[in-house]
């Protein structure tokens, strides 16, 4: 018995790209389906950086809700946007073909990076802002949030030299400059680049159709960066990085994790067979607690007794 598949996605324009992939590749398939676009909160309030709203999933809440209600039959959701640990009856079926991973950013010029001037960079992203504080500790950060449209907006309107995103963001609506720096030292968020799809647990029709999708290489490296995840952050957001790659049967993995104002790092990079995949990341993470790790996270944490996670960055 067929029935027509309705996609639940965010309705700005990078989500509906994604959503509308997925769309297509179902059809591809020979299945009916509709799209059902829906704002969320994180795209509702951008008055306020991520990590002050207190939300676990603020891009993500709202599709949740929409599918234990039984008004959508998938989501389609940015990776690195979804919590660890998804809402009971709710289960992933599809990672889809990783895109690049690496941030990027789009800027007025470079010269600023040579100077000892103070420069402005913008970034909703506590990751992005510890990171490039750790290479460029007398920059000065702002916040930038909105949808990725919006944000290069605030850019171009604004007296900044710079704003970091990640690559397969602007590449997949046609916004990425030519001459966008890439950030090869800077480690990516957990999963980012991947897209993923969910359904209810007890909808055996769109798991079984939107698992049909799903490319197991990405699956695999995105699981150990949100295992790796999982285990550090102990309920809250954290400057975490994480990729894993495979490369001839190997998976090759680095990590880190940073203090809030960038100036300290606990890093780890690890290699493993491909057939050791299971509980490579949590390994990795505890590894990375006993170097030091676990005494930066504590400081996180006592830092953030009233700022809750959001579960995702921008």
């Given at each position: 018995m067929s029935k027509i598949i309705r996609i639940g996605t965010r309705d700005s324009e990078l989500a509906l790209w994604q959503a509308t992939t997925v769309q297509q590749k179902l059809e591809a398939l020979g299945h009916d389906t509709t799209l059902i676009p829906i704002k969320s909160t994180g795209d509702q309030i951008l008055d306020k950086p991520l990590y002050e709203l207190g939300i676990t999933g603020i891009f993500t809440k709202t599709l949740d809700v929409a599918l234990l209600k039984g008004q959508i039959d998938i989501a389609v959701h940015s990776m690195k946007d979804v919590p660890t640990q998804l809402p009971k009856g709710?289960?992933?079926?599809?990672?889809?073909?990783?895109?690049?991973?690496?941030?990027?950013?789009?800027?007025?010029?470079?010269?600023?990076?040579?100077?000892?001037?103070?420069?402005?960079?913008?970034?909703?992203?506590?990751?992005?802002?510890?990171?490039?504080?750790?290479?460029?500790?007398?920059?000065?950060?702002?916040?930038?949030?909105?949808?990725?449209?919006?944000?290069?907006?605030?850019?171009?309107?604004?007296?900044?030299?710079?704003?970091?995103?990640?690559?397969?963001?602007?590449?997949?609506?046609?916004?990425l400059p030519k001459d966008a720096l890439e950030l090869d030292w800077m480690i990516p968020a957990p999963a980012q680049g991947a897209m993923l799809v969910v359904a209810l647990e007890k909808d055996a029709f769109s798991k079984e159709a939107s698992h049909k999708l799903n490319h197991q290489d990405s699956e695999i490296t995105t699981a150990i960066e949100r295992d790796f995840l999982r285990t550090l952050e102990g309920g809250c957001t954290a400057p975490i990085g994480a990729l894993a790659q495979i490369k001839n049967q190997s998976i090759y993995f680095e990590g880190s994790v940073f203090s809030l104002d960038g100036k300290q790092k606990v890093a780890i990079k690890k290699s493993s067979d491909l057939t050791d995949s299971s509980g490579f990341g949590k390994a990795c993470a505890k590894e990375l607690l006993e170097m030091g790790g676990d005494r930066l996270m504590k400081a996180i944490r006592n830092n953030q007794e009233t700022v809750p996670s959001p579960g995702g960055e921008g």
């Open positions: 709710i289960v992933q079926t599809a990672v889809l073909e990783r895109a690049v991973t690496n941030d990027i950013l789009v800027h007025k010029g470079l010269d600023f990076l040579e100077s000892e001037n103070i420069a402005t960079i913008a970034t909703g992203s506590l990751r992005r802002k510890a990171q490039w504080l750790h290479k460029y500790p007398h920059h000065n950060i702002v916040d930038l949030r909105g949808n990725v449209n919006s944000r290069i907006l605030k850019l171009i309107e604004n007296d900044w030299q710079g704003a970091i995103f990640a690559q397969a963001g602007l590449e997949r609506i046609k916004l």
